[in-house]
């Protein structure tokens, strides 16, 4: 599996990004992707998930501010993220789980400035 995750940038708080996750070698419909985020010092948490289904979950810390979605045509995933704080800031990635291993992407950075 291959992910390839892009859309991170500066942004000053209280901003939007979306983040984009290209999925390839798989048979996307068929798979669950979730967002983590690890920001400096720190370890990579879980941030969303949609499952093959559509059906959404989020962490607290970001519920109600960031929207996961799917597009089955193009095998891609988006994280439209709003109302951005600085401890959003972190390297996003993109994860699914293959053949019972993990498959995560490059990382996109995301800095929230105060």
């Known amino acids: 599996v291959q992910l390839q995750a892009c859309g991170g940038g500066l942004v000053q708080s209280g901003g939007s990004l979306r983040l984009s996750c290209s999925v390839s070698?798989?048979?996307?419909?068929?798979?669950?992707i979730d967002w983590y985020r690890q920001a400096p010092d720190r370890q990579r948490e879980w941030v969303a998930t949609?499952?093959?289904?559509?059906?959404?979950n989020y962490a607290e810390s970001v519920n109600g501010r960031f929207t996961i979605s799917r597009d089955n045509y193009a095998d891609a995933v988006h994280l439209q993220m709003s109302g951005l704080k600085p401890e959003d800031t972190g390297v996003y990635y993109c994860?699914?789980?293959?053949?019972?291993?993990?498959?995560w992407g490059q990382g996109t950075l995301v800095t929230v400035s105060s």
């Open positions: 994860h699914t789980v293959h053949r019972g291993r993990a498959g």
């Open positions: 070698r798989i048979m996307f419909s068929h798979y669950d």
């Open positions: 949609i499952t093959s289904s559509f059906v959404t």
